[in-house]
């Protein structure tokens, strides 16, 4: 029987899982769906980015409270507002109260998950293992987030194939689903509530917990970050799933099947690609492995935005995706290792929030970019912005090595 630290882990893990299964799902079919429900680009964007901003709103709740109320039960609750995200999509609310809902309910398009919790179990996750398994241990959660993000993804064309084999009503097929993704949110919010104490922050004789237990040098590093963090995911803003998948699906015709089974394809690079970063990280330092993987991962998507064909796109957008997320692990260690243990979850929140607040700025004028300036503008955009990053990132950060590097 797992004990200890093990069994954290193994709750953790599970609870991630099944949350970036609905993630994965989501990101594929959000905006489909909204389009067949009669809702503009527009409209689409807003949705998207509402839960962004909703997000955002919900990791400053973390950043600031979560180790004060318990991480545990902070988790829990943020599962139960993710879950009645999930069905407020069934009931197909006017456009104004559905953007308002989205907000509250965390409505993730991105279709990798970027939520509070995600924040906060990145604080967590590292108090569980010790600094030369933090990156590899990072590492199998983010191939846990894809993986389960590739079978949601593969989930997303159950609709389509239950209308087509037993004729069954595509909207209630759709309901259906969204009902599945709000239960599995539920369930990791109690197998959160299983975790042991070892996992919430000690308050020591004379210690402040939250904002006001942070050195002045950890908060100068950590805003230094996130403002490169921001460009990243400002960039990132323009390439949520869910408006990818939209503009496969208009741009070329690719429906909802043959999207579920590309963005199936599209996590299962993501997921392998941990395991090679945090190959490579040890061999060639952190840092060097978010900058050397991310910047051709930006020249691919620029090209997929210009190619006119349909399999040239794929081919390119796969290219991007088997190395995009190679920064993900890396970045996470990065920032748990230059800070202290009881830094983490303001370091985590902070870094979070900067890059869900980008997020939900790109995303709310996404939308307008593809209707008003050209259908491919995000793209092109949002690749251009991520190689500024990463020239700005390498600059500021290859001298500031983890521990596990200064030798």
């Known amino acids: 029987m797992l004990t200890g630290p093990r069994r954290d882990l193994t709750l953790l893990y599970a609870s991630a899982w099944v949350r970036s299964f609905s993630i994965g799902l989501l990101g594929v079919v959000l905006g489909v769906?909204?389009?067949?429900?009669?809702?503009s680009?527009?409209?689409?964007?807003?949705?998207?980015?509402?839960?962004?901003a909703g997000a955002a709103t919900g990791t400053v709740f973390v950043t600031l409270w979560a180790d004060r109320l318990g991480r545990r039960r902070t988790l829990f609750v943020l599962s139960l507002l993710t879950a009645l995200g999930l069905v407020v999509l069934i009931f197909h609310p006017a456009a104004p109260i559905l953007v308002a809902l989205a907000f509250v309910g965390m409505i993730n398009g991105m279709g990798t998950d970027r939520s509070p919790a995600f924040a906060l179990e990145q604080a967590v996750l590292p108090g569980l293992m010790s600094?030369?398994?933090?990156?590899w241990g990072l590492a199998w959660y983010s191939v846990l987030l894809d993986g389960g993000g590739a079978l949601g993804a593969l989930a997303a064309g159950l609709p389509r194939l239950a209308q087509r084999i037993w004729g069954a009503d595509l909207g209630s097929a759709y309901?259906?689903?969204?009902?599945?993704?709000?239960?599995?949110?539920?369930?990791?919010?109690?197998?959160?509530?299983?975790?042991?104490?070892?996992v919430e922050v000690v308050r020591s004789a004379g210690a402040q917990l939250g904002v006001?237990?942070?050195s002045a040098e950890t908060k100068s590093t950590v805003f230094r970050l996130s403002s490169l963090f921001a460009l990243d995911s400002f960039g990132g803003g323009f390439l949520t799933d869910a408006l990818v998948a939209y503009w496969f699906f208009r741009r070329f015709g690719i429906a909802e099947g043959q999207l579920a089974v590309l963005f199936f394809a599209v996590h299962i690079l993501n997921a392998l690609s941990h395991l090679g970063a945090a190959w490579l990280a040890k061999r060639i330092g952190l840092v060097k492995t978010m900058v050397f993987t991310h910047l051709p991962s930006s020249?691919?998507?620029?090209?997929?935005?210009?190619?006119?064909?349909?399999?040239?796109?794929?081919?390119?957008?796969l290219l991007r995706e088997s190395l995009v997320e190679m920064d993900?692990?890396?970045?996470?260690?990065?920032?748990?290792?230059?800070?202290q243990p009881n830094e983490r979850t303001f370091a985590s929140g902070v870094t979070n929030l900067t890059r869900n607040l980008s997020w939900a700025t790109a995303s709310s004028v996404a939308g307008f970019l593809m209707?008003?300036?050209?259908?491919?503008?995000?793209?092109?955009?949002?690749?251009?912005l991520k190689i500024i990053y990463d020239i700005l990132l390498w600059r500021a950060f290859r001298h500031l090595k983890p521990p596990e590097e200064r030798t």
């Open 212 to 214: 006001k237990g942070v």
């Open 41 to 52: 680009s527009v409209t689409i964007g807003l949705v998207i980015a509402a839960g962004l």
């Open 175 to 198: 309901h259906a689903m969204f009902w599945g993704c709000a239960a599995l949110n539920i369930l990791g919010g109690v197998l959160a509530l299983f975790l042991s104490q070892e």
């Open 299 to 317: 020249i691919f998507l620029i090209a997929a935005s210009l190619v006119p064909s349909a399999r040239w796109a794929v081919v390119l957008f």
């Open 328 to 339: 993900v692990p890396t970045r996470q260690s990065y920032v748990a290792a230059v800070v």
């Open 33 to 39: 769906f909204l389009f067949r429900e009669g809702f």
């Open 371 to 384: 209707q008003r300036l050209a259908f491919s503008a995000p793209l092109f955009l949002g690749g251009g």
């Open 131 to 135: 600094d030369q398994r933090r990156t």
